[in-house]
């Protein structure tokens, strides 16, 4: 049972040899064909390579996190890759544009990606999402069995504590949200407030979204030539957003300065467009209401000195980057810590994992155990079922010690002696360990995992 | 010997903040306000023991109104508290309420005016009952107000601007913060005003004239006057944010001076013996 995770992200391959691969992905019918296609890729004896596989593909990143089956130990992570490799970039593939990780470095690069701290913006909340939507894709297609759903819990899991014990994803790092975050330092809430836009812009755009995404509603645009403000309005936003946007007149804008509670600023003009002496009127009909204005422009359109007025919040596009270059280092900071947690999370799934190798151990000494009790009791217990009830309560009995030993010494590098030793003593030859066919060895696999448990 | 009992939420109240001197900030702020909450609930109980006892009665002794006066704090805030979802304030408000309780246990022994009329017994207790709860919600409006000041720098300098401070729920921003003060004062002015009245016919009933020119007089007309305006300045005007925090902020700041300076310093000016 290794863990194979063959991928490219922003890191190790440049955005072109993304979008190669992400188009090959880009529809669940694409991802479902793929998925199958690593099922069932074989050795030369006709053994299937991948018992397991979930397919993750973001704007960053595309990977393959597997399960293998025994018979892909030692080459076979390499063959897959190559395969990959080679299904997407075709005979041109280079070597490093995936990545490969086993085992113990793939629990770990799976961790970190879910909690986010193998992303671009370390923090980024999507990820997680992402991820768990493409578990789910593999459920759906049944290409996850029992142990990538152990791992991905486990990875959620990991996702949760992070973002729970560390301040990772706390403070905003893109300028549309840092600018609703600032709204909501000093607004209650943003329902019932109107927002002022003027300007049309990308910036503009992405900030209008995520004041949406947070609930405003009435949202004024106020463009110097209404017909583009139209056309920005039509391509930009959807039709579910557009009912909250209503376009105006520019020359009228003016009018509904007092009734603004927010007001973002992005034309091209050269000169201040909101000027001290506007300003000041506006907050007296207000009755000192608080208005939070937003100058994304550049050069400025809002006179900095309204800053002074009271109950008056101005933030130009340097102050937010100032804020935003401070909150990029307080995530890597948390990130360290964060590292911690992941740490954890890894010991503990391998812990889990190893003491999965001394299930055939257990299956065999439970069956030895098996056999001798039938064979002494058949002479003194005739009826079968009630024979079985014996010889089942009595193997439970004789193996609870021995089994919770076989349990601990898994964990630890030294008791693999001591496994050896039991199997000599109980002369559990290989073929007994390996002997049984798929479907029982799963049926077992599962029994076990919950004694183990 | 019931007024040890009044170190007990003191003891919770001092303990609950140090979880908070831990690094897992959201839990240990989790468990720093179940504590407190226990204190409150400790508090709470010890009240209905003392009125289950004596009854909240005139004569008895002053440390019991600074008990009640801590209670009646702690209960306003815990309810603005879990209804603007700003639970937050207690961080702050709670030092105050230990260093009353503190208080009422180090306080000597000072009688309430012991001889006087029963009507007038009745009406010195509502007297102070009204002044403690009106001053308890101008207490919550000066602790909010010192947020809003201590905030509104933050974004207008745009220094030192962590967005996402630990604990803040939505509860941080200054529109909350200016509503919370201006409910406090809606709330806490006629209790006031009514209790100040009631000690205007209290001052005419015992000392034989209405007006008796007395420090604490003085001082509680102007405190009154203050909050006067700034209510009618709210209302009229539409005055928020800063000013009228600033405002809260020095009528609770004339509310302790004159608090201290009557009870404590100079018991004869407000007529104790």
């Known amino acids: 049972m290794d863990i194979l995770i063959v991928g490219l992200n922003h890191k190790s391959a440049e955005i072109g040899e993304r979008e190669t691969v992400s188009k090959k992905l880009l529809t669940v019918e694409l991802r479902q064909d793929y998925t199958y296609k690593l099922l069932d890729l074989k050795d030369e004896n006709g053994r299937p390579f991948v018992k397991e596989v979930v397919v993750l593909t973001t704007c960053n990143r595309s990977e393959f996190i597997m399960n293998l089956s025994s018979c892909a130990q030692g080459k076979g992570g390499h063959i897959i890759k190559n395969y990959i490799a080679k299904y997407f970039f075709g005979d041109a593939a280079e070597e490093n544009i995936f990545y490969m990780y086993l085992n113990e470095d793939a629990v770990r690069h799976l961790f970190s990606v879910a909690s986010s701290l193998d992303s671009m913006v370390i923090g980024e909340p999507q990820i997680l999402g992402q991820l768990k939507e493409a578990y789910n894709e593999a459920c759906k297609f049944k290409s996850s069995g029992r142990f990538i759903n152990k791992l991905f819990h486990k990875a959620f899991n990991c996702a949760k504590t992070v973002r729970t014990e560390t301040r990772i994803s706390a403070s905003p790092v893109s300028v549309s949200y840092a600018a609703v975050e600032l709204s909501k330092k000093i607004f209650n809430s943003l329902e019932e407030k109107k927002v002022l836009l003027l300007g049309a812009g990308e910036m503009g755009k992405l900030t209008i979204k995520h004041f949406i995404k947070y609930g405003v509603q009435n949202i004024y645009i106020a463009n110097r030539t209404k017909e583009n403000a139209d056309k920005f309005v039509e391509e930009s936003f959807a039709a579910a957003e557009r009912e909250y946007l209503k376009v105006m007149d520019f020359s009228e804008y003016y009018k509904l300065l007092p009734q603004s509670d927010i007001v973002l600023c992005s034309t091209g003009s050269e000169d201040y467009v909101l000027k001290y002496a506007d300003i000041l009127p506006v907050i007296k009909i207000r009755k000192q209401r608080p208005l939070f204005l937003i100058d994304i422009s550049m050069p400025r359109n809002i006179d900095p000195e309204i800053n002074k007025i009271p109950n008056v919040y101005l933030f130009d596009i340097d102050d937010i980057g100032k804020m935003i270059e401070g909150n990029i280092e307080i995530r890597k900071q948390e990130a360290d810590a964060a590292k911690e947690f992941v740490e954890t999370a890894v010991k503990e799934f391998m812990n889990w994992k190893e003491s999965l190798n001394v299930v055939p151990v257990i299956i065999s000494l439970r069956k030895k155990v098996k056999d001798i009790l039938e064979i002494e009791l058949s002479g003194y217990i005739g009826d079968k079922k009630e024979k079985d009830l014996v010889i089942n309560s009595l193997t439970n009995k004789i193996l609870h010690e021995p089994t919770m030993l076989i349990k601990k010494a898994s964990a630890n590098p030294e008791g693999a002696n001591s496994i050896e030793t039991l199997k000599a003593l109980f002369n559990l030859d290989s073929e007994d360990l390996t002997g049984t066919d798929k479907r029982g060895e799963d049926e077992n696999v599962g029994k076990y995992i919950k004694l183990i448990k | ?273």
């Open chain 2, 1 to 273: 010997m019931l007024k040890e009992l009044y170190l007990i939420p003191v003891a919770i109240y001092i303990f609950s903040y140090i979880p908070l001197l831990f690094k897992k900030e959201k839990k240990m702020y989790k468990l720093f306000l179940s504590l407190i909450y226990t204190g409150f609930a400790v508090q709470t109980l010890i009240f209905f023991i003392f009125l289950s006892v004596k009854g909240l009665t005139v004569p008895v002794h002053i440390d019991r109104f600074v008990f009640f006066n801590a209670w009646i704090l702690m209960f306003i805030v815990v309810l603005f508290g879990l209804f603007y979802k700003a639970e937050y304030i207690l961080l702050y408000i709670t030092p105050l309420v230990a260093l009353n309780l503190l208080v009422g246990f180090f306080v000597p022994h000072i009688h309430i005016k012991p001889d006087i009329l029963n009507t007038d017994r009745t009406i010195l207790l509502t007297h102070i009952v009204l002044i403690l709860i009106g001053d308890s919600f101008f207490a919550l409006a000066f602790i909010v107000s010192l947020i809003y000041i201590f905030q509104e720098r933050k974004i207008k300098s745009k220094k030192n601007l962590k967005i996402l401070d630990i604990n803040s729920g939505r509860g941080y921003n200054l529109e909350l913060l200016d509503s919370i003060n201006y409910q406090c004062l809606k709330i806490g002015f006629p209790f006031i005003t009514l209790g100040i009245v009631m000690g205007i016919y209290l001052s005419g009933s015992l000392f034989r004239t209405f007006i008796i020119v007395k420090p604490i007089e003085i001082m509680s007309l102007i405190t009154w006057l203050i909050y006067a305006v700034l209510l009618h300045e709210r209302v009229a005007k539409g005055l928020r944010g800063k000013r009228a925090a600033i405002f809260s902020v020095a009528g609770f700041l004339l509310i302790l001076f004159s608090l201290s300076f009557s009870f404590y310093l100079f018991p004869s000016f407000h007529g104790f013996e």
